[in-house]
């Protein structure tokens, strides 16, 4: 077939390396935007379930969605990774037959897999909920919660295929914006008319899950039209799987490994505890929200680059995102740190008590997002194996952590343990990257955001001279916005790398070209 795939333009490589930046950032910043409509809406959807439900239902709804969230990670068979690399490969060749023939493993596969994975949900929603979580009540939720685990796996399959075509707005605008939205909407309906319960938010979750599987479905038909002769495809199943299945265990055990602390702290605590610490995580997620944008975006690139052989370009590649990455977080941790109660009173009094937790878990998201994309480094070039095993020891760290600690210390067992394990697995990956490649995510440019935050942590310590700390809201805004205010005033006055002023530039030039409309 001669048929003109929509990735490739005008040769990813052919004009100027630069354009891999260009391209990092154009999909990392549409990315970044979705998520920040995600989290706004998510956060929205915490405060109101928090408040309507207090955090003992709280906690049934997130053991719920844990479980179910689990489930499609069993379901997904490590495809979404492998579907990114070969069709951004076959597509960057114009191989229309290899292409076709990879979306019809994944979806094929996908779609099997998803289906038993539901149906084994359903049949054993009695005993995980009296034997695992011995709490009957959840019974009834994992039974109608088990109804999306298809299209959850589903979602993950389609997206990773419009991701390899280098389309990262249609996953913002199906998963990030649709989803959340229409669970935000749904939720406040529900609660005006009817009142809301964990049932009815579960029933919500289901509904916004199957539209977002709609729109993927539209935009991946747009891309590529499936309705085309199956004969024509040439299917690779072979090195697809062979890619897949160790990222298979690898993409399970981090699932789990993100949920695991919810599973024990129902099993070994309460479900009030449950929902009080997943409330600390909700918040903590503000500061993942670009490194997920960054990830996803240069996955397909560090691919590519690697397949060119051209390491020098991946090595910048490596540190310039890197050093996006910890600039936008820094002020992010710094402000969970310096007020976490007051951040936490929001959602209720009782929600307090996660102050402590929030603060260790956001020194974890500062470890995790200082490292840079080496996972992805390491998963997108073929090191599947170092990535299988690296996971396997993760895994038995959270898990042997949390059991130790959730028991002794609650909610601050169980963020310590995170913190101790993040840090753990990203020096690992570090030292991983490193050995492979010979190459280091920092340089010199890391000096201008630890001077700022140095500066902003100043400048909040000068306002709490002047004026006595309270715990009042108005106050804690004051101090964020003297925070970001002098962060953001020595980033701009120490300047910005060649590499920052082009995407600047570009940044400048779209919104101008918007305007001028």
Same mark, same amino acid.
């Given at each position: ?57 709280? *906690?049934? @709804?997130?053991?719920? %969605?844990?479980?179910?969230? +689990? $489930?499609?990670? #069993? =379901?997904?068979? /490590? ?21 076709? *023939?990879? @979306?019809?493993?994944? %979806?094929?596969?996908?779609? +099997? $897999?998803?289906? #038993? =994975?539901?149906? /084994? ?37 389609? =997206? ?40 009815? =938010? ?316």
């Amino acid at each position: 077939m001669s048929e003109t795939l929509p990735q490739k333009k005008e040769g990813f490589f052919s004009v100027k390396p630069d354009r891999n930046i260009l391209t990092a950032a154009k999909g990392g910043s549409i990315v970044f935007v979705g998520n920040l409509f995600e989290y706004g809406s998510r956060f929205i959807i915490a405060f109101l379930t928090a408040r309507l439900l207090g955090s003992e239902q709280l *906690g049934l @709804l997130n053991l719920s %969605l844990s479980v179910v969230y +689990i $489930a499609s990670s #069993l =379901a997904l068979l /490590g495809l979404p990774p492998a579907i990114v690399r070969y069709v951004s490969l076959f597509s960057s060749r114009q191989d229309t037959d290899k292409v076709w *023939g990879t @979306l019809q493993v994944g %979806l094929g596969l996908g779609a +099997i $897999a998803g289906v #038993l =994975a539901g149906i /084994g949900m359903f049949v054993l929603a009695n005993p995980i909920a009296t034997q695992l979580f011995h709490e009957a009540r959840l019974i009834p939720l994992l039974r109608i919660i088990s109804v999306v685990v298809p299209f959850l796996a589903m979602n993950e399959v389609i =997206a990773a295929a419009t991701q390899g075509f280098k389309r990262m707005q249609y996953t913002v605008i199906s998963q990030k914006i649709s989803q959340p939205l229409s669970r935000l909407v749904l939720i406040i309906v529900l609660a005006i008319i009817f009142g809301l319960t964990a049932k009815k =938010a579960l029933i919500v979750f289901n509904v916004a899950t199957m539209i977002a599987f709609a729109m993927l479905l539209y935009f991946l038909n747009g891309l590529f039209p499936l309705n085309r002769s199956l004969r024509t495809a040439r299917r690779d199943v072979g090195p697809v799987l062979r890619f897949a299945l160790p990222l298979y265990l690898s993409n399970l055990i981090r699932t789990f490994r993100g949920r695991i602390q919810t599973l024990l702290m129902g099993t070994l605590n309460t479900t009030a505890n449950v929902g009080i610490f997943s409330t600390a995580n909700q918040v903590n997620l503000v500061g993942t929200m670009f490194n997920q944008a960054v990830v996803i975006a240069s996955a397909p690139i560090v691919s590519e680059l690697y397949e060119q052989g051209d390491h020098e370009l991946l090595r910048r590649f490596y540190q310039t995102v890197t050093k996006w990455v910890f600039t936008l977080n820094l002020p992010l941790f710094l402000i969970m740190m310096l007020f976490p109660k007051s951040i936490l009173s929001i959602f209720g009094d009782s929600f307090v008590a996660g102050a402590t937790a929030l603060s260790i878990l956001a020194c974890a998201n500062l470890v995790n997002t200082s490292t840079g994309i080496c996972a992805t480094v390491l998963s997108m070039t073929g090191n599947t194996s170092i990535v299988l095993t690296n996971s396997l020891v993760t895994f038995v760290l959270t898990l042997g952590l949390n059991a130790l600690l959730i028991p002794r210390w609650d909610l601050m067992g169980a963020a310590i343990a995170t913190l101790i394990v993040v840090a753990f697995t990203n020096m690992l990956c570090l030292v991983e990257t490193f050995v492979l490649f010979r190459s280091f995510p920092y340089n010199r440019g890391f000096v201008k955001p630890i001077t700022a935050g140095v500066t902003g942590l100043v400048a909040v310590w000068g306002v709490h001279l002047l004026f006595p700390p309270t715990a009042h809201l108005i106050y804690t805004a004051i101090c964020i916005t003297v925070l970001l205010t002098g962060y953001g005033g020595v980033i701009l006055l120490l300047g910005f790398s060649p590499e920052d002023r082009m995407v600047l530039n570009r940044i400048r030039q779209r919104i101008q070209a918007l305007l001028s409309k």
